[in-house]
């Protein structure tokens, strides 16, 4: 079992930069693929960046590429996703979950453990 917390949310404005972090406590995150997802008020979960525990390979969706960034610390048993040039549209909760297995899945239904979530507003 994988318990995940996820921190780092917060009010920034439009252009600025936020880092969520998703820490692993139970377990290490050997063995397992971490996402990042969103959902902003009214719409459905969203895939925004996934990675395998090597960090060997990562994922992410279209409207984050070359604006963040998802990365792991095995030592700290932390995955982040640095978020740059923030946009009033990247508003939402940000969740972490993870599955174990090789595949960056894209969808939330493959992810077995999540986060309780961290709350992003980025004002214009």
């Known amino acids: 079992q994988v318990q995940l917390v996820e921190s780092g949310g917060g009010l920034v404005q439009a252009g600025g930069s936020l880092r969520l972090s998703c820490a692993a406590s139970?377990?290490?995150?050997?063995?397992?693929?971490i996402g990042w997802f969103r959902q902003a008020p009214g719409k459905e979960r969203e895939f925004v960046a996934g990675i395998r525990w090597t960090g060997s390979t990562t994922n992410y969706t279209d409207s984050v590429k070359g604006r963040f960034t998802i990365s792991i610390n095995n030592a700290k048993n932390t995955v982040y996703l640095q978020m740059n040039d923030l946009k009033p549209e990247d508003t939402a909760v940000y969740y972490c979950a993870a599955v174990r297995g090789i595949r960056v899945f894209d969808t939330d239904n493959a992810y077995d453990y999540w986060g309780q979530g961290t709350r992003v507003t980025v004002s214009s």
């Open positions: 139970g377990r290490t995150f050997g063995g397992y693929v």
